[in-house]
């Protein structure tokens, strides 16, 4: 199993652009979540979904936006970037009905918005 | 609400020592679950150990053990003979049984530990 996938590693935008981070998971998982990491924050859930169709805001929302069409995947949307969005991202996902519902995390997607 | 405090942004501690890494939780939630997770320099993040709210016993993994104290609502992180290799970003997080919300977790601002030869 890969796990977690995450795509880019890394991307610089400028303000305004849009982008889709990708995240994938092969392990049958029906929760995924994104977070994003500052410097002294810890992480903070933009968006969140319990399964295919259904998803949820989180803490951040704002300037995000999450569709989730597949078990499989759950690609973050950014509308138009602002500086305010530099950040490492991380997917995450966990499986219902397992015993501490633990949180697989992605390597992450560093993108700095100039 | 539900709330992480890490009241230690760093911490010290030398080889073959033991450390203990503070975690106060805040739910109103009887059924929750609490993890302390490991992020390294190379920024993925790992996961040590977990802790259920109706658990007896507290957790223990190999050298991490969590002291779980549950009427002062504290999961505090105890790492024995600390190795180099344990230098990193530790964070606590809670996730709160209840409905849609059991897919996601609250963080913690994290604890940057340095083990010192």
């Known amino acids: ?114 | 609400a539900q709330k992480i405090t890490q009241t230690q942004p760093g911490m010290f501690v030398q080889e073959k020592e033991a450390v203990t890494l503070d975690c106060t939780y805040d739910t109103s939630d009887p059924s929750y679950g609490l993890f302390w997770y490991k992020q390294p320099s190379s920024g993925e993040m790992i996961f040590l150990i977990y802790q259920g709210s109706y658990d007896q016993q507290n957790a223990t993994e190999g050298r991490y053990s969590l002291n779980f104290q549950k009427a002062r609502k504290s999961a505090n992180l105890v790492i024995s003979a600390s190795q180099l290799g344990d230098s990193a970003m530790y964070f606590c997080a809670m996730r709160v049984d209840r409905g849609s919300t059991l897919g996601r977790l609250y963080f913690g601002r994290g604890t940057q530990l340095t083990v010192w030869p």
């Open chain 1, 1 to 114: 199993n890969a796990g977690v996938t995450q795509t880019p590693k890394f991307q610089v935008l400028k303000t305004g652009q849009s982008m889709t981070l990708q995240c994938a998971q092969d392990m049958n998982h029906e929760y995924m979540s994104w977070y994003r990491q500052d410097p002294g924050m810890g992480l903070r859930l933009i968006h969140y979904s319990v399964g295919a169709g259904i998803t949820d805001q989180g803490e951040v929302p704002n300037g995000y936006n999450v569709s989730r069409s597949t078990t499989e995947d759950f690609p973050l949307r950014l509308l138009s970037a602002a500086p305010s969005q530099t950040s490492v991202y991380f997917c995450a996902s966990s499986h219902r009905g397992s015993y501490s519902y633990e949180q697989y995390f992605g390597p992450g997607t560093r993108l700095t918005v100039t």
